[in-house]
């Protein structure tokens, strides 16, 4: 599913080079639930960037369910994104004037999808993860574990071949990040890809797979 070999991404500053990332190689195969834990600048979140084709490496390859996606132009990456990548930030990134509905239907309305379909189709993955009866409330009327679960929703209406999480349960206690992981554990289960960017060993345990990144380098899988 997703295939990386010698990745390295360079930040350059006033005082020199700054290595994000130094030679990553990484395999995530098709169904599996993987975790990346790292603490602050140890190249998680370059990473996890790169995965979602937000930003591009200096060097090295990235296939993404068999495409090269390094070698593809702006346009296409785009695509890529809205396509395959299925996003979850630790900030939510919800429109506060947008109902919880109207907020999983964007996507679908940027890739053309009918407005009786996208209806159709966010109404469902809200209900899946147990937000039936708030539909039509705006972000501000919802608690941030709920608001959190109406990002997962958003995030699987085009059925993406993997799903990003990036510190989902960061703003959120612990009862309210203990039921979101639940709902990654059963996107799994119903046979999702997923790659977990976290600081907390209690968060990655969720996974199958644990990979540490430390000063830009992966240090175990």
Same mark, same amino acid.
Do not use: W
């Given at each position: 599913?997703?295939?990386?070999?010698?990745?390295?991404?360079?930040?350059?500053?006033?005082?020199?080079?700054?290595?994000?990332?130094?030679?990553?190689?990484?395999?995530?195969?098709?169904?599996?639930?993987?975790?990346?834990?790292?603490?602050?600048?140890?190249?998680?979140?370059?990473?996890?960037?790169?995965?979602?084709?937000?930003?591009?490496?200096?060097?090295?390859?990235?296939?993404?369910?068999?495409?090269?996606?390094? =070698?593809?132009?702006? /346009?296409?990456?785009?695509?890529? +994104?809205? %396509? !395959?990548?299925?996003?979850?930030?630790? @900030?939510?990134?919800?429109?506060?004037?947008?109902?919880?509905?109207?907020?999983?239907?964007?996507?679908?309305?940027?890739?053309?999808?009918?407005?009786?379909?996208?209806?159709?189709?966010?109404? =469902?993955?809200?209900? /899946?993860?147990?937000?039936?009866? +708030?539909? %039509? !409330?705006?972000?501000?009327?919802?608690? @941030?574990?709920?608001?959190?679960?109406?990002?997962?929703?958003?995030?699987?209406?085009?059925?993406?071949?993997?799903?990003?999480?990036?510190?989902?349960?960061?703003?959120?206690?612990?009862?309210?990040?203990?039921?979101?992981?639940?709902?990654?554990?059963?996107?799994?289960?119903?046979?999702?890809?997923?790659?977990?960017?976290?600081?907390?060993?209690?968060?990655?345990?969720?996974?199958?797979?644990?990979?540490?990144?430390?000063?830009?380098?992966?240090?175990?899988?």
């Amino acid at each position: 599913m997703l295939d990386i070999s010698h990745l390295t991404k360079t930040y350059h500053t006033k005082s020199g080079e700054i290595y994000a990332l130094s030679d990553i190689n990484l395999h995530v195969s098709r169904g599996e639930f993987l975790a990346i834990i790292g603490t602050s600048g140890s190249g998680k979140s370059t990473l996890m960037n790169i995965l979602g084709c937000l930003d591009r490496p200096d060097t090295g390859r990235y296939l993404l369910d068999g495409h090269d996606v390094l =070698s593809l132009p702006a /346009r296409h990456l785009a695509e890529i +994104r809205n %396509r !395959h990548i299925g996003f979850i930030f630790q @900030g939510f990134n919800l429109l506060d004037k947008m109902s919880a509905l109207e907020n999983v239907e964007l996507p679908l309305a940027f890739a053309g999808i009918s407005k009786r379909e996208r209806r159709e189709v966010a109404t =469902s993955a809200l209900c /899946r993860v147990g937000l039936s009866e +708030r539909l %039509r !409330h705006k972000p501000s009327e919802l608690s @941030g574990g709920q608001q959190q679960r109406v990002a997962i929703a958003r995030a699987i209406t085009q059925k993406p071949s993997v799903i990003l999480a990036d510190e989902p349960t960061g703003n959120l206690d612990r009862e309210s990040g203990a039921q979101i992981l639940e709902i990654l554990s059963g996107l799994h289960a119903s046979g999702a890809t997923i790659v977990l960017i976290t600081h907390d060993p209690d968060v990655a345990k969720k996974a199958d797979r644990i990979v540490e990144i430390s000063d830009g380098k992966i240090k175990s899988t």
